[in-house]
Nanobody, 121 residues
Framework: VQLVESGGGLVQPGGSLRLSCAAS????????IGWFRQAPGKEREGVSC???????TRYADSVKGRFTISRAPNNTLYLQMNSLEPEDTAVYYC????????????????WGQGTQVTVSS
């Protein structure tokens, strides 16, 4: 199982980024994929997740209406992030686990290496 994130970078407040998570080595349909983030000195927090078997999604309150999780046919997941705020600055990770999605990071078995998102003027 391998997860590789990409798409992070430096963006001004109010800007947008789209993160990608390329998954390989397993069949996505039986898994949930989550996006998490961790800022320096803070605990890892769930941002969004999707249950691949039925495409149900969940979002943290802090990102509702701004972030959108989606899937593409080629085993790629996206996190579209709009109206970015300095508080969104963190390393973003995608993770996979069997079953339904959860925003609790400890339920996830497989993790990518992370991609840095910095929101600053």
């Amino acid at each position: 199982v391998q997860l590789v994130e990409s798409g992070g970078g430096l963006v001004q407040p109010g800007g947008s980024l789209r993160l990608s998570c390329a998954a390989s080595g397993f069949t996505l349909d039986n898994y949930a994929i989550g996006w998490f983030r961790q800022a320096p000195g803070k605990e890892r927090e769930g941002v969004s997740c999707i249950t691949m078997s039925n495409n149900s999604t969940r979002y943290a309150d802090s990102v509702k209406g701004r972030f959108t999780i989606s899937r593409a046919p080629n085993n790629t997941l996206y996190l579209q992030m709009n109206s970015l705020e300095p508080e969104d600055t963190a390393v973003y990770y995608c993770a996979a686990d069997e079953g339904r999605c959860s925003l609790w990071h400890r339920t996830y078995q497989f993790w990518g290496q992370g991609t840095q998102v910095t929101v600053s003027s």
